[in-house]
């Protein structure tokens, strides 16, 4: 497996279940990042880890729970998520460190996350 | 704060046709500019980068280039083909340690045979 891989591909859930997203990367990459794209929308960036640490939380509503084991995996965490929230969550990977703005995210298939 | 602006879609071309996807930004600092492409089913891939100004990029026929005089990194080709159908998102990332992308709200383009 190479690359940014997510799992499930798709996930329909009702607004009490508890459900998470997994991303895994195999890049060799310090930073991960979860994005949730909304239709006509911009990309959403919610939160970032870098070296393990997070080190952005956008805001993000706390029905929404990271977390980084190590450097090659990150979850997402729901419960009791609303309708609204059903979008397409993409996790992302990069260099991180010292990389600055130039370092390249390499983006993951996506999960299709659908909250009845 | 940086935004990114991309012309609206969707986009639809005839094959071998040409291709402008216009995209300005704001941005403190000097930001490194990217150009993502979303085939239908899949996640973003990143289609080319340049980080700095009057640098050009590009990759599978496309080009961006880097204008700092007019904040613009408009994505060009000279000749589509029907697997160029996809999302194309214009994104920047400020060089200042911060890893945070900021992207454009997509152009759609479809490609007629």
């Known amino acids: 497996e190479t690359g940014v891989t997510q799992t499930p591909r798709h996930l329909v859930m009702g607004m009490t279940n508890k459900k998470s997203l997994k991303c895994e990367q195999h890049?060799?990459?310090?930073?991960m990042y979860w994005y949730k794209q909304s239709a006509k929308k911009p990309l959403e960036l919610m939160f970032v880890y870098n070296f393990k640490e997070q080190t952005e939380n956008n805001s993000v509503p706390s029905r929404f729970s990271p977390e980084c084991p190590n450097s090659s995996h990150l979850f997402l965490h729901l419960h009791t998520l609303q309708p609204e929230d059903s979008a397409l969550y993409l996790c992302?990977?990069?260099?991180?460190?010292?990389?600055?703005?130039?370092?390249?995210?390499?983006f993951g298939p996506g999960t299709r996350l659908t909250v009845l | 704060g940086n935004s990114v602006t991309q012309m609206e879609g969707p986009v639809t071309l005839s094959e071998e046709a040409f291709l402008t996807i216009n995209c300005t930004y704001t941005?403190?600092?000097?930001?490194?500019l990217f150009w993502y492409v979303q085939y239908p089913g899949e996640g973003l891939q990143l289609l080319l980068k340049?980080?700095?100004?009057?640098d050009k990029g590009s990759n599978k026929g496309f080009e961006a280039t880097y204008r700092k005089e007019t904040t613009s990194f408009h994505l060009e080709k000279g000749s589509v083909q029907v697997s160029d159908s996809a999302v194309y998102f214009c994104a920047l990332s400020d060089t200042i340690g911060n890893e945070k992308l900021t992207f454009g709200t997509g152009t759609r383009l479809t490609i007629i045979p």
């Open positions: 890049l060799g990459h310090n930073a």
């Open positions: 941005a403190t600092g000097y930001p490194s």
């Open positions: 992302a990977s990069s260099q991180g460190g010292l990389a600055g703005g130039s370092d390249t995210q390499y």
């Open positions: 340049a980080t700095k100004a009057d």
